[in-house]
């Protein structure tokens, strides 16, 4: 009686911390506090030691943690069988015990790393929302596009005109970072190298580039990733590392830290994402403006990204199906099963965050001084 008692004591405790501290993520004060006296000393010191480690820790924990529940479904449909037996029955009752245990762990080191931290956004009006004219945005689209133009005629080439991929890559987005931290505090400090997925098949089917590991604190990006969108992707998985969890927040420390670097290919890189998202904003906010006529004049006379910049994305997209092409994929008969259980999870996250989770850098961009 008195080690059930402590079991479930223990779990009692667990839940009412993990309670606690998502309550206390709706003060802004604690979140804050919480981000300079326990997140960051998390994110350096155990990003540092998962650093050293050749291999994906995060990754693996997650096959493990996979292959715990399916043993655990498992031992609970063999139990219908041998419910007689009692020393079985026994092991299911310490497994499960186990299972929850180990779940509460999770939830607990999910909150502090994750949960709380997420409750964190970046404000740079002082407003929820930011308010801008069809104006603004078509100012906005106007410099990103001339600013990719430019970025394209300076990137270095061969002598075949094909870009330079910069071997220093992480080094120089690392800079980046650190030199817009006096505008963005938590982006000072240290930043660890990140990995390469060993599902990075399964993210690419997923539509998936990268994602940081709470539980380890590991950058992870799919290998098959567009060397253009590589320093980009870095600066953006790099920003949740360092507390910036919510998505619009991390395109937005992503695209301007690259676009102010004053390095082409990071200069490059940052504009082509930022004009993904802006040029689909300005459409939008051109036709639900004015009436369809205006609209179309409109549209067709915006300023366009130039035809080298066409050439090389044709030329990297072709590079990435040939990278991916050059592997052998044992289990691409789960692609459309990945990509359809990937659409569902986009939409629920959106439904979820009740926000445009990566939509809403348009605002931010609007309201931050890019020149």
């Not at 779990?11 to 993520?25: F, K, Q, W």
């Not at 030329?315 to 459309?336: G, T, V």
């Not at 099963?337 to 931010?364: H, K, N, P, R, T």
């Amino acid at each position: 009686m008195r080690n059930r008692l402590s079991y479930w004591k223990w779990m009692m405790l667990l839940g009412i911390v993990i309670a606690l501290l998502n309550l206390l993520a709706l003060s802004n004060r604690f979140v804050e506090a919480h981000h300079l006296h326990i997140y960051s000393g998390i994110a350096g010191c155990y990003g540092k030691l998962t650093e050293f480690i050749p291999v994906n820790v995060g990754e693996i924990m997650m096959y493990a943690a996979a292959g715990f529940v399916i043993l655990h479904v498992a031992l609970l449909v063999a139990l219908i069988f041998l419910r007689s037996k009692e020393r079985y029955r026994t092991f299911v009752k310490r497994y499960s015990k186990g299972m929850l245990l180990g779940t509460a762990v999770v939830l607990l080191v999910y909150t502090i790393t994750w949960s709380v931290p997420f409750h964190y956004s970046i404000d740079l009006s002082g407003d929820a929302v930011a308010e801008y004219t069809l104006g603004d945005l078509e100012e906005l689209r106007t410099y990103i596009v001339e600013t990719l133009n430019e970025a394209a005629d300076e990137i270095d080439r061969d002598e075949d005109g094909n870009i330079i991929y910069d071997e220093d890559m992480e080094e120089l987005v690392t800079g980046a970072m650190q030199e817009i931290s006096d505008e963005f505090p938590y982006l000072k400090g240290e930043y660890p190298s990140w990995k390469a997925a060993y599902c990075s098949d399964f993210l690419e089917w997923m539509n998936i580039a990268g994602y940081t590991y709470p539980y380890t604190m590991e950058v992870t990006y799919n290998k098959y990733t567009m060397s253009l969108y590589v320093p980009v992707l870095m600066a953006h998985e790099m920003s949740h590392h360092k507390g910036y969890y919510k998505e619009d927040d991390a395109n937005f420390l992503s695209e301007i830290a690259c676009i102010k670097s004053g390095e082409p290919y990071l200069v490059y890189s940052g504009c082509l994402d930022a004009y993904y998202y802006v040029d689909k904003a300005y459409k939008q906010a051109l036709y639900s403006s004015l009436d369809e006529e205006t609209a179309d004049a409109l549209w067709q006379e915006r300023q366009l990204a130039s035809a080298q910049v066409g050439e090389d994305l044709a030329a990297n997209r072709e590079a990435k199906q040939k990278a991916y092409d050059a592997e052998e994929h044992a289990a691409e008969s789960f692609s459309q099963a990945a990509q359809s259980v990937s659409e569902v999870g986009w939409d629920v996250q959106s439904d979820i965050l009740e926000e445009d989770c990566y939509d809403g850098v348009v605002g931010l961009l609007l309201q931050y001084d890019m020149k």
